[in-house]
């Protein structure tokens, strides 16, 4: 990979040049925010057909053992999910927790066969890896994947445009994986991504990667899309930004992500607790916590954005929660947000209010996702 600077640029960057993407420091790549169909048309585009994304800044990571449960059960000293009874070819959601509970990162891991592939957020990769291998070597070995490439296709045309390539990807259903040629290149597909959309992420050999973007780009279901829209879809689909949403000071229980934590790893499980934090999580779990991500909708037009404060009445009082992401949603057609409130304050309906430019608006708790999802099951 080339370095803008001290930006580092993704193999797709020639690529995003001549479609005259706007460029911007993310993650300490140089990534397209959006392409001149302008962020509000490619967040509508995708929920209507479908939309390919640049998502190679993250990090691919290998791991590898004696045997799949030797990694499995290693892999399990650091994460809260059930990773021995993750089928092969299927892939889950987790994170990497601390000794207090809090979220170190979130993360996908698959199990293909003879490995564990995690792929895990660009702004961390590298404290995610020092981890991983701190922990687990040398009896896993961890290999950091720097030849590939990695898109993701989101949307409800997904499958009829992929499916061109490769029928053989019409028959994965949400969170399966896969080896697929698609364009003469051998790519490691998931039926996932983070948009609510149904769709596919692509792990492809960075060689091949432009020409498998532009025979998809060239079918008229695809348009290229930005982070700013990626950003708009995974708000309007209630799905965490790492550092934004979730942090190292935050309990999944308070995030809201109990339902990753699959039964092996609960109290009263198989195996329960053994990872970082445990006792702070399951007591979280058994015992509640003080405060809840909750999706908001401000009334009006007005977005509120991350850092707004939440109160419980038009005047007075103290603040009793915050909005971590907010924006405008363009399939809802108006302002969407998430955050946390104090517990009694998360009910699904509660009419809060949040202090923007010093005047407070109303705005109701909702339910998450605030757009429903789209994934194949």
């Not at 509508?44 to 057909?49: F, I, S, V």
Request: net charge negative; with cysteine; hydrophobic share 45%.
């Amino acid at each position: 990979m080339a370095d803008l600077g001290e930006l580092k640029a993704t193999p797709l960057a020639d690529m995003h040049a001549e479609l005259g993407a706007k460029m911007v420091p993310f993650a300490g790549y140089s990534m397209p925010v959006q392409y001149p169909l302008g962020v509000m048309k490619e967040h509508l585009h995708c929920r209507a057909a479908a939309g390919l994304f640049d998502v190679s800044h993250m990090g691919q990571v290998i791991l590898r053992g004696e045997s799949l449960d030797a990694v499995s059960t290693a892999f399990e000293t650091l994460i809260p999910m059930d990773v021995l009874g993750l089928d092969e070819n299927k892939q889950r959601y987790g994170f990497f927790t601390n000794e207090n509970g809090g979220i170190e990162d979130d993360l996908m891991f698959a199990n293909r066969g003879d490995h564990l592939f995690v792929v895990v957020n660009a702004a961390c990769k590298g404290a995610d890896v020092a981890r991983m291998k701190a922990a687990l070597e040398p009896a896993i070995s961890v290999e950091v994947i720097t030849d590939r490439a990695l898109i993701a296709l989101q949307g409800p045309a997904s499958e009829t445009a992929l499916a061109r390539l490769n029928p053989a990807v019409a028959d994965m259903v949400f969170m399966d994986v896969a080896t697929v040629e698609l364009a003469g290149a051998e790519c490691w597909v998931s039926r996932s991504g983070y948009t609510g959309e149904d769709g596919y992420e692509i792990s492809v050999p960075e060689y091949q990667a432009e020409a498998l973007c532009r025979a998809l780009l060239a079918m008229d279901e695809v348009e290229p899309i930005g982070l700013g829209a990626r950003d708009s879809l995974r708000l309007e689909a209630g799905l965490c930004l790492y550092g934004n949403d979730i942090d190292t000071n935050t309990n999944p229980i308070e995030g809201s992500l109990i339902w990753a934590i699959q039964k092996a790893r609960r109290a009263g499980g198989d195996r329960e607790g053994g990872f970082p934090g445990a006792s702070h999580i399951l007591g979280a779990m058994a015992e509640g916590v003080a405060r809840k991500r909750v999706g908001f909708l401000p009334s009006g037009r007005a977005p509120m954005r991350a850092g707004t404060q939440i109160f419980a009445s038009a005047e007075g009082g103290e603040p009793i929660g915050e909005v971590t992401s907010g924006g405008f949603g363009p399939t809802v057609n108006g302002p969407v947000a998430m955050g946390y409130v104090g517990t009694s304050y998360s009910i699904i309906g509660t009419e809060l209010f949040g202090e923007v430019r010093g005047k407070r608006m109303p705005v109701k708790v909702a339910k998450l996702p605030l757009v429903p999802a789209n994934f194949k099951r």
